[in-house]
């Protein structure tokens, strides 16, 4: 009798201990399964963080408020470079570091440059930092690509969204064709605008109105006019595309995706050579509606001479 009982207690024990290590086993895969999903949960949280691909060592930028001259405030190089600690540019250039760009936020302001009635956040390039005068001709060749995008705009009273010029060439004078033509700046026309036009990138480029013009004549920005313009078939929307101008003597070369082409290859082309240029990108926004923005992003952004 008395083993008997020895041996229903040994049993009781045993079930006891078996029960125990289950439950033990139970709570440390449980552990082990909650520490997995907090682990996840906290790689979610932690967003990576990325940087536009631009070097802006050769770059100025304009932007849409006034300096304490009264005229727009201006960023060159080398304090360009630290944009995104300047108190001033932060509303209207900065990094969005989840997507790797940098936003270009322009609106109507007080802020204008001469001979328009429109603002911009908007690159020009320097070839010579700090130095608006060294710059290129078609013969020299030039070429731009740049990744970008369209973050955000504001609609008309037509129920279109505004458009906004994303790159440029634009003419300059040298010293010796603006004093030859009397004029008191270097602005000449801009050869090449290129807009995001209600989700489409449009061209619009510069004509000779009369061909038989002197080369002095031609100095004259009155001597040229607007062509009608050209709308690339893809719709780029608000998603992410590449843009390329290519320039070569007396030829312009735009191309959207890598896949759409836009030649330009004319007299006009080769008689713009007289003029020196550069480029511009960004956001020269083209509206003047009460409460109108828009902002652009710029991924990628590369010039070559």
């Known amino acids: ?144 690509k740049g990744k970008l995008s369209m973050e955000q705009t504001t609609k008309g009273s037509d129920g279109k969204y505004h458009r906004t010029i994303i790159m440029q060439i634009h003419g300059r004078l040298t010293n010796e064709q603006r004093d030859l033509i009397g004029e008191d700046d270097n602005n000449a026309p801009p050869m090449l605008k290129i807009y995001w036009d209600n989700g489409k990138v449009r061209v619009k480029t510069k004509v000779l109105k009369n061909l038989n013009a002197t080369d002095e004549e031609i100095l004259h920005e009155d001597a040229w006019g607007d062509d009608d313009g050209f709308n690339f078939e893809q719709k780029v929307d608000f998603k992410k595309f590449t843009l390329e101008v290519q320039v070569s003597d007396g030829k312009m070369v735009i191309i959207l995706n890598g896949n759409e082409y836009k030649v330009y290859e004319s007299i006009h082309m080769k008689r713009w050579g007289v003029f020196e240029n550069y480029f511009k990108a960004g956001n020269y926004f083209q509206s003047r509606d009460e409460g109108s923005f828009s902002k652009v992003r710029y991924y990628e952004l590369e010039v070559s001479h």
């Open 1 to 144: 009798m008395k083993n008997l009982r020895i041996d229903i207690v040994s049993i009781i024990l045993i079930a006891l201990l078996s029960v125990n290590t289950a439950c033990q086993a139970q709570k440390s895969n449980v552990s082990d399964s909650d520490v997995k999903v907090e682990k996840k949960k906290k790689k979610k949280k932690k967003k990576k963080v990325r940087l536009p691909d631009i070097d802006l060592s050769h770059w100025k930028v304009t932007l849409p408020v006034t300096n304490e001259k009264g005229k727009p405030y201006e960023i060159e190089p080398p304090e360009i470079i630290d944009f995104a600690s300047n108190e001033i540019a932060k509303p209207y250039m900065y990094i969005d570091s989840t997507r790797g760009a940098i936003v270009f936020h322009a609106m109507p302001t007080a802020s204008k440059t001469k001979n328009t009635k429109y603002t911009r956040s908007e690159l020009r390039e320097q070839i010579v930092p700090g130095d608006n005068n060294a710059n290129w001709t078609f013969k020299q060749g030039a070429n731009m």
